[in-house]
């Protein structure tokens, strides 16, 4: 009987050890789970009894791009379509391109450059962009016998009543003023009247026996202009042509008050205004003082500037 009583407590020790591992195995009846490690989404899940700890996650997204999408770098999970690029307009020197992640496409637009002008270098009407120097003035490699206001020079042209001796005098630009108009320069809109006052001294014999026929015409610095007329129309005007930013534009010549034209103790003496309508800012006028006998014929006013531009002409450009 005790060996019986021994042998079932065995066998009773032995299945309650037994049922105690299987317990312990098979579920979480004394806290011993089996965690899954949290995702973005669930926290720790137990897998055998779904009892959970802690909280989720939470998605890592990635950020989005110009390309890519934002994802969350653990699952994949779709967040945010790709941005897509910001295109900024094509310049003259650069393609367009994204102001995020610099990517270009196309090509550069290239400059839109101007014909060069007198008073501006070829220029980009986009950008600004300048190339290259002015056109070279026709005079610019001219040594020019210019006059400077107020300083007289010595000054030889024809007597009046015979061409064929010379007089020598004094020339002298005494002033020189810019005006827009007044009751003898009529104004004129974007032009401007540039007026010199021309003064001419003769003292000597051949002067007081004979007169003094003095000889000026217009020119220009830029374009070396021929065209101005020795006739002038019914406003007293002669017209000649300058360039200005490009464009021929029609200047014009008046001459104004004379203020000497006589004899005055001895001496010869001229004195008056010369005045030309030229655009606002226009500084290529030059007033030339020449020979009178340089013209062959009887017209020997306003010859073509080009004509008696020698060494000896005096030269006042109205700039
Ligand atoms: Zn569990
Ligand atoms: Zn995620
Ligand atoms: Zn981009
Ligand atoms: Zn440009």
């Not at 190339?131 to 400077?148: C, H, K, S």
């Not at 360039?243 to 004379?258: L, S």
């Not at 226009?282 to 030339?288: A, H, K, P, R, T």
Request: glycine share 8%.
């Amino acid at each position: 009987m005790k060996r019986f009583l021994l042998w079932t407590g065995v066998v009773i020790g032995a299945a309650a050890i037994g049922v105690l591992i299987f317990l312990i195995r098979s579920t979480c009846f004394f806290g011993n789970h089996m965690y899954l490690p949290a995702t973005c989404t669930e926290p720790e899940i137990c897998t055998r009894c779904h009892e959970t700890r802690g909280e989720p996650l939470g998605h890592a997204y990635s950020e989005a791009t110009c390309t890519e999408p934002s994802v969350c770098v653990r699952c994949g999970e779709h967040h945010a379509d790709p941005l897509g690029h910001v295109w900024l307009p094509a310049t003259c020197t650069e393609p367009e391109t994204c102001a995020r992640c610099a990517l270009t496409r196309g090509e550069p637009l290239g400059h839109l450059l101007s014909e060069p002008t007198f008073q501006t270098p070829a220029t980009c009407s986009r950008c600004g962009f300048v190339e290259g120097e002015p056109l070279v003035p026709a005079l610019a490699d001219r040594t020019l016998n210019e006059m400077q206001i107020g300083e007289p020079v010595p000054y030889t042209t024809a007597s009046f009543e015979d061409y064929g001796v010379d007089v020598t005098g004094t020339a002298e630009i005494t002033d020189y003023r810019v005006i827009d108009g007044d009751e003898i320069f009529p104004a004129r809109e974007g032009y401007e009247w540039r007026i010199v006052t021309v003064r001419l001294v003769f003292g000597g014999e051949d002067a007081q026996q004979n007169g003094v026929q003095s000889a000026y015409t217009f020119g220009d610095y830029y374009i070396l202009d021929n065209s101005i007329s020795h006739s002038e129309d019914e406003d007293g005007m002669r017209t000649f042509a300058a360039d200005w930013y490009g464009m021929r534009v029609q200047c014009r010549q008046k001459t104004g008050k004379t203020l000497e034209n006589d004899w005055y103790d001895r001496e010869l003496r001229f004195s008056w205004e010369e005045g030309v309508q030229v655009p606002k800012g226009y500084d290529g006028v030059l007033f030339i003082l020449y020979h009178f006998r340089l013209a062959e014929n009887a017209t020997r006013l306003y010859l073509p500037a080009s004509e008696v531009l020698n060494d000896d002409a005096h030269v006042f450009r109205m700039k």
